[in-house]
C-alpha cells in the first residue's frame, strides 16, 4: 500500500523520526529525511536507507524553528520527488525550568520547532494532497499533549497544542481522502530523553536513578522505556 508514495519525516536524523523513516522505506515509500546533525553521518544514513531499502531517500535540511523553513521544505520535497503524500510531523526538542525561571527564548523555539512547524508543513502539504485525494498526517506529540508534569511548560503546552491542530485537521479533510492522526507516545530511549535525564536530576535534585524510577519511569506502567526498534 505504502510502494512508491513520497513520506517526508521531520527530525528523522534521530530517535523516534529516524526509526518511522526507515520502516516507511522498509513498506516501500521514498523518504525525505529532515533535521539537524553531522552531515557527513545525516549523508551516510541517507545513501544507506536507500541502498537497503531499493527507494529514493532525499535530505532536506530546514531548521523547522524558522516558521517560513517547514513550508519551504514541503515544498522542495515536492519539487525533487514530485509530491508529498505522508507527512509526519516529528521533529521535537524538550527544556526543563519552573515556569518562573522558563527562558523566553527556549519557550518561543519550543513552540515553533514543536507545535507551529507542524501547521506550516500541513498548511504546505494539505493543497496537493487534496488535489490527489489521497495524504496521510501523522503529528508525534506525546503523553504530555494528555497530561502535565512539572518542569515542562513549554513542551506540554506544544503537546497539547498538536492534539487540537491535529483534531481540527481531521474534522476539516474528513471528506477529502486526507487523515490526520497525532500519536502520543510515553517515554522512549532516545537522545531527547538521555537529555533530559541530566536536566531533570538537576531540578529535582535527585540522583540518576531515581529520575528514570520516579520521574520518568513513574507513571510508565510498564516501568519500561519503549525502544526505538
Ligand atoms: P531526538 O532528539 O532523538 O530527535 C529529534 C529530532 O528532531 C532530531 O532529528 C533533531 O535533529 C530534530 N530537530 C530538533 N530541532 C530541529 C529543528 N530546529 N529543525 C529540524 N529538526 C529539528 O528525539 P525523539 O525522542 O526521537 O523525539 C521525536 C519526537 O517524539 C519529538 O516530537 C518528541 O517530543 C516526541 N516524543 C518523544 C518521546 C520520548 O520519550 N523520546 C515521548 C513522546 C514524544
Not at 514541503?74 to 525533487?80: E, N
Not at 491542530?165 to 487523515?179: C, D, P, R, S
Amino acid at each position: 500500500m505504502l510502494k512508491d508514495k513520497v513520506a517526508l519525516v521531520t527530525g528523522s536524523t534521530s530517535g523516534i523520526g529516524l526509526g518511522i523513516a526507515q520502516e516507511l522505506a522498509k513498506a516501500g515509500a521514498h523518504i525525505v529525511l529532515n533535521g539537524l546533525g553531522d552531515a557527513g553521518e545525516i549523508e551516510r544514513v541517507r545513501a544507506e536507507m536507500a541502498a537497503i531499502q531499493q527507494v529514493q531517500v532525499i535530505y532536506v535540511p530546514a531548521d523547522l524553528s524558522q516558521p517560513d523553513q517547514a513550508a519551504e521544505m514541503v515544498h522542495a520535497a515536492g519539487r525533487a520527488l514530485g509530491r508529498v503524500d505522508i507527512l509526519v510531523n516529528n521533529a521535537g526538542i524538550q527544556f526543563v525550568a519552573p515556569v518562573e525561571e522558563f527562558p523566553a527564548a527556549k519557550w518561543h523555539q519550543i513552540l515553533a520547532i514543536n507545535l507551529s512547524s507542524n501547521f506550516f508543513a500541513m498548511q504546505a502539504a494539505i493543497p496537493g494532497m487534496k488535489s490527489r485525494g489521497w495524504g496521510r498526517i501523522i503529528n508525534i506529540a506525546s503523553a504530555h499533549g494528555l497530561v502535565g508534569s512539572p518542569f515542562k511548560s513549554a513542551y506540554v503546552a506544544a503537546k497539547h497544542g498538536v492534539l487540537g491542530l491535529t483534531k481540527v485537521a481531521a474534522l476539516e479533510l474528513a471528506q477529502t481522502g486526507i487523515t490526520v492522526n497525532a500519536v502520543c507516545p510515553g517515554y522512549v530511549r532516545t537522545p531527547l530523553v538521555e537529555g533530559q535525564i541530566t536536566d531533570q536530576m538537576k531540578v529535582h535534585g535527585l540522583s540518576r536513578e531515581a529520575v528514570i524510577r520516579d520521574v520518568i519511569l513513574g507513571s510508565q506502567p510498564n516501568k519500561r522505556f519503549v525502544e526505538v526498534a
